[in-house]
Antibody, heavy 119, light 107 residues
Framework: QVQLQESGPGLVKPSETLSLTCTVS????????WSWIRQPPGKGLEWIGY???????NYNPSLKSRVTISVDTPKKQFSLKLSSVTAADTAVYYC?????????????WGQGTLVTVSS | DIQMTQSPSSLSASVGDRVTITCRAS??????LNWYQQKPGKAPKFLIY???SLQGGVPSRFSGSGSGTDFTLTISSLQPEDFATYYC?????????FGQGTKLEIK
């Protein structure tokens, strides 16, 4: 069973860079796409972007200028950096596997980590 | 971006009821439509892919249908554990987008 676990600071100051890491266990990181998805408190889900295990990326244009997703295959980790954050970036951040399969679905999710942007 | 619109936004129902949630895409997405269930404080759980294929382990009371722009999620006989928020998501083109969610509450 694939498991994902997010880690990183829960509090980030405005204008600084949010950095999170996702560790994959119970399965291979190679040969799959891996995504970051966020959810502001009480709101819906927003896809941030994904990375393939080889390193190719695809970002949401609404965040593209501020987002970097990277992968460390030997460590079975992938990471998110979001620069110049504001209060609007306060959200639960999920790492997930996907798009995957015939429906390009997101089939495994981390538990999520709340990141608050505040001074 | 492809806009996904779910209806209703909230729904009250009783155990044993049959419920249907609708998801409409702003353009054709073929069958690239997935459904997720989210309970408070938890990550979404993947239920249905490619509009109508049930993920392994998901109870058969859940079913999905549709293609093009109009899709439905049906729960044939609500169980207590089904009260949650449901999201549709299109995976036809990036940026992948989700519906705003349908909150299913106990009547």
């Amino acid at each position: 069973q694939v498991q994902l676990q997010e880690s990183g600071p829960g509090l980030v100051k405005p204008s600084e860079t949010l950095s999170l890491t996702c560790t994959v266990s119970g399965g291979s990181i190679s040969g799959y796409y891996w995504s970051w998805i966020r959810q502001p408190p009480g709101k819906g889900l927003e896809w941030i972007g994904y990375i393939y295990s080889s390193g190719s990326t695809n970002y949401n244009p609404s965040l593209k200028s501020r987002v970097t997703i990277s992968v460390d295959t030997p460590k079975k980790q992938f990471s998110l950096k979001l620069s110049s954050v504001t209060a609007a970036d306060t959200a639960v951040y999920y790492c997930a596997r996907g798009p995957s399969g015939s429906g390009s679905q997101v089939d495994y999710w981390g538990q999520g980590t709340l990141v608050t942007v505040s001074s | 971006d492809i806009q996904m619109t779910q209806s209703p936004s909230s729904l009250s129902a009783s155990v044993g009821d049959r419920v249907t949630i609708t998801c409409r895409a702003s353009q054709s997405i073929s069958s690239y439509l997935n459904w997720y269930q989210q309970k408070p404080g938890k990550a979404p759980k993947f239920l249905i892919y490619a509009a109508s294929s049930l993920q392994g382990g998901v109870p058969s009371r859940f079913s999905g249908s549709g293609s093009g722009t109009d899709f439905t999620l049906t729960i044939s006989s609500l169980q207590p554990e089904d009260f949650a928020t449901y999201y549709c998501q299109q995976s036809y083109s990036t940026p992948y987008t989700f519906g705003q969610g349908t909150k299913l509450e106990i009547k």
